[in-house]
């Protein structure tokens, strides 16, 4: 049984700092169902305005992407994907806001160091990520989720892969606006 955990943890660890696909996406815990309110949260961000809130965003598109660690390389080029698109999510209506365990300091340091101009939120606690099915072992795993101008969870994106996420989120948009 232990061999089993800790295998599974290992290959959770392999899927998050590689960003690619495996069976190990079950780890994070039950996930929100879809076509229902997503889970309101409130969280504090880098920006300086305090706190956030999911409802903050109503009449919106959320893309609300869950990653482990400010500074690494996937989490890095994942940002970067996003601030490239900004323009086009703002476009769509679309707001995007990331969530780690990170601290807001880090946070700060991290948009400034990528010129980020979304916001990021400090989930010290992990509650949030808990709530989503998006954490593992002390950190929120890459997950992202897709919510509609009125609070409705519309897709879930599990175990994505940085380098093409954002532009995947973008065509998905383009489906559901159609």
């Known amino acids: 049984m232990l061999r089993r955990q800790i295998l599974a943890i ?22 929100p169902p879809l076509n229902e309110p997503a889970p309101n949260f409130t969280l504090p961000t880098n920006t300086g305005d305090g706190e956030i809130s999911l409802s903050d965003y109503q009449g919106k598109w959320v893309v609300l992407y869950f990653y ?22 703002e476009a769509k209506n679309a707001q995007i806001l990331g969530v ?32 989503y099915g998006s954490f593992l072992t002390g950190m929120s795993l890459r997950h992202t989720y897709l919510i509609d101008p009125d609070g409705i969870l519309r897709e879930k994106f599990l175990g994505v892969r940085p380098a093409i996420h954002s532009q995947e989120v973008l065509a998905y948009l383009d489906e559901l606006n159609s």
């Open 100 to 131: 780690s365990v990170d601290t807001v300091d880090s946070h700060r340091e991290f948009c400034d160091a990528e010129g980020l101009k979304f916001p990021l939120l400090a989930d010290t606690t992990g509650e949030v990520s808990k709530t």
């Open 10 to 31: 290992l290959l959770a660890i392999a899927f998050i700092f590689c960003g690619t696909q495996t069976p190990a996406l079950a780890l994070g815990g039950p996930q």
């Open 68 to 89: 482990p660690q400010d500074f690494t390389p996937g989490c890095t080029l994942e940002a970067r994907r996003f601030q490239q698109d900004l323009p086009k999510y």
